[in-house]
């Protein structure tokens, strides 16, 4: 990791790589299911924050929902972008802000390829919360053109490297 930039140093708490102890996902369409994910937020200096996920399947190992992004600070503010990249065709720009121990975003703008599958996602909310044991907790829902605005995943990560 680099130097950590000033606007960052109240967001200190997100930066480093965590690995799911227990990652949930469900939707009133699907079956719930269990999955493993590791995810890092990386700081090299600048006032972002690069971020990438990695999901895989807890048997058979094979990747599933792969984000790769940008977690920008407004300079001077408590308020993030968060720029992300879907493997599954789409991108979201979400935007929020945080606390010490909390991120929350919501998506301002969501494009996608012109043959990605539907339901096409209409919206996505998501809460990262640095727990009292040190652990993250993420907590993301979801609309789409089937479905209001419902959770579709929970995590707790432990952190793995600074
Ligand atoms: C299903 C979106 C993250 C695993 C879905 C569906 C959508 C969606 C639109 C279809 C729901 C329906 O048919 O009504 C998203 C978005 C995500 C996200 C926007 C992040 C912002 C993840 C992650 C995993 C995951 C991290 C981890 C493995 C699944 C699975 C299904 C599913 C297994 C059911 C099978 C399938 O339709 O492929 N997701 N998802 N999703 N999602 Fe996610």
Known sequence: PGPIHKDLNALKWIIGKWGSIKAEGSFP??????????????????????Y???????????????????????PGTNQVSFMVAHNFGLTSLE???????????KSSRIERMHFAK??????????????????????????TTNTPLTQ???????KCLL
Do not use: A
Request: charged content about 20%.
């Open 52 to 74: 990438s996920s990695l999901s895989w399947h807890p048997i058979k190992l094979n990747p599933m929902h792969l984000e790769s992004g940008f977690l920008r600070v407004k």
């Open 118 to 143: 539907d339901p096409k996602v209409l919206e996505i909310v998501r809460t990262y919360e640095l727990l009292q044991d040190g652990n993250l907790e993420l907590i993301l829902s979801m609309s």
């Open 152 to 158: 579709h995943l929970k995590v707790q990560y432990l």
């Open 29 to 50: 369409t699907i079956e719930s299911f269990k999955y493993c994910e590791e995810i890092s937020f990386t700081s090299v200096g600048q006032p972002v924050l690069n």
């Open 95 to 105: 935007e929020g802000c945080f606390t010490e121990n909390k991120l929350e975003v």
